[in-house]
């Protein structure tokens, strides 16, 4: 019997909050959990939390969004009764997939490129200032910069010595382009002085950049016109962030979750994170479940769950095989061409493939294929968190999959009554050992260990 402590079940998995309330020894709390008819969450907390340690539980799971909005309601309406701590516990955390690192064409890309593909991609920085790539260069000056400062000296010199009424030609008549003497200002004034001509060297100047530019202009394509390419930047939000604050301005003071998919997820937040490990759970399951298990191979599906399955393979002494994937897809929405390579022999032997996660079983089951292609005898799946949403079930029932085993972090009754091929793991006991020792302030370092 634990004394001073309170735990809360939300809708999202009613199953784990009992199991983990007869574990302790206590009831679970009486709550009201119900939704207007405009679909606004309603939650009453109908006993005292007062100076009490509250825990909340709900996965993330089902409608995840409802869900995520009654755990934060849940948590404001604990820390207004005046609770002590209040522990938000999610066996399977909401939005732990979408990281702040927007997604490329290699993983699930979030928008589609209205435009070519063969066509360059250019910023706001490059357009339209900078002529693109496939424009040609500008002539530029025939004869050069020093050509061009020659012409103009020769041109003074011309004038001084030929009079007013002389024009420039010759080799250099193509730099300058001077109006009449009549016309100018200079001759104005040599006319009603007697002081001698003065040319004005500026408006030469000036006259020889205009016909420059005139003639860069004219040799050079013509830029087309500034419009702006969709598709160019993608703009991801970043919902890792906004979850963990969203959680601690609600009022969370403690997080205690199991199999981060991205351990990076544990620095958005300011309040404690224990992220629980479901792998001495599966390390048990191949132990005691799998007959002669020292001569199976531990397969990673992908590279990103490479160094936990190499945690499992060392700690049971098991050798390890990974499968790379080599995405080239055609299009930025097709993932079906994807090359899957085996590293690693699995002939005659038995392929145990571990992974956290598996929503669309899209990957393991490529994966079985792929093993028993290279002569597996039996592929059995370890899943920490079988999500198993849209045709996940009718593809893992067609699959080259001999076992699928999963843990309780989200209901699996139904999943069970459509799949003869799945297996639970029951992980409620240790969370509640995780809650009992930091309800009394003692370590949980022992529930990390894998030996």
Not at 276 to 297: N, S
Not at 329 to 345: E, S
Not at 347 to 375: M, Y
Not at 411 to 420: F, I, L, M, T, V
Request: charged share 20%.
């Amino acid at each position: 019997m634990v004394r001073n402590i309170v735990v809360l079940g939300g809708s999202s998995h009613p199953q784990l909050t009992e199991t983990i309330c007869n574990h302790l020894g206590i009831p679970s709390a009486n709550i009201l959990l119900s939704k207007f008819s405009v679909g606004e969450t309603r939650v009453e907390i109908e006993e005292s939390v007062r100076e009490k340690d509250v825990y909340i539980i709900q996965s993330g799971c089902g409608k995840v969004n409802d869900n995520l909005m009654e755990l934060l309601i849940t948590i404001s309406a604990c820390k207004t009764a005046s609770a002590k701590r209040v522990t938000a516990v999610l066996p399977l955390f909401p939005y732990s997939r979408q990281s702040d690192i927007p997604y490329n064409k290699t993983g699930a890309p979030l928008a589609k490129s209205s435009s070519a593909h063969n066509q360059p991609n250019f910023s706001f920085e490059s357009r339209p200032q900078t002529p693109h790539s496939s424009q040609a260069p500008s002539a530029g000056l025939s004869n050069g910069v020093d050509g061009l400062h020659k012409g103009l000296s020769k041109v003074q010199l011309d004038d001084l010595a030929s009079g007013p009424n002389s024009s420039p030609t010759g080799r250099f008549s193509n730099y300058v382009n001077t109006p009449k003497r009549s016309d100018t200002m200079d001759s104005s004034k040599s006319s009603t002085s007697n002081r001698p001509r003065n040319i004005s060297v500026s408006s030469l100047n000036n006259n020889h950049h205009q016909d420059d530019n005139a003639s860069v202009a004219s040799n050079s394509p013509k830029l087309p016109p500034f419009q702006p390419q969709p598709g160019y930047k993608q703009w991801v939000a970043q919902a890792g962030t906004l979850v963990a604050d969203l959680l601690t301005c609600a009022g969370a003071d403690h997080i205690m979750t199991m199999d981060l998919h991205d351990p990076q997820y544990q620095g958005f937040f300011d309040i404690p994170v224990d992220n629980l490990y479901g792998r001495p759970l599966l390390k048990k399951y191949i132990q005691f479940q799998i007959p002669d298990y020292q001569q199976a191979v531990i397969v990673s599906p992908d590279a990103g769950g490479a160094k936990r399955a190499t945690a499992i393979a060392d700690g049971l002494g098991m050798p390890f095989a990974l499968i790379h994937k080599e995405r080239r897809p055609t299009k930025i929405t097709d993932r079906q061409n994807a090359t899957m390579m085996l590293v690693g022999d699995v002939a005659n032997r038995t392929a145990i493939l571990v992974d956290d996660l598996a929503d669309t079983s899209n990957t393991i089951t490529r994966a079985a294929k792929l093993l028993k292609k290279e002569g597996a005898t039996t592929v059995i799946a370890l899943l920490t968190h079988g999500v198993l949403s849209g045709d996940a079930i009718e593809r893992i029932n067609a699959s080259a999959l001999d076992k699928v085993v999963v843990t309780n972090s989200v209901p699996q009754d139904e999943h069970k009554k459509r799949c003869p091929k799945l297996e639970v793991l029951e992980i409620g006991t240790i969370f509640a050992e995780a809650i009992r020792r930091v309800h009394h302030g003692e370590s949980i370092s022992v529930l990390f260990q894998y030996d």
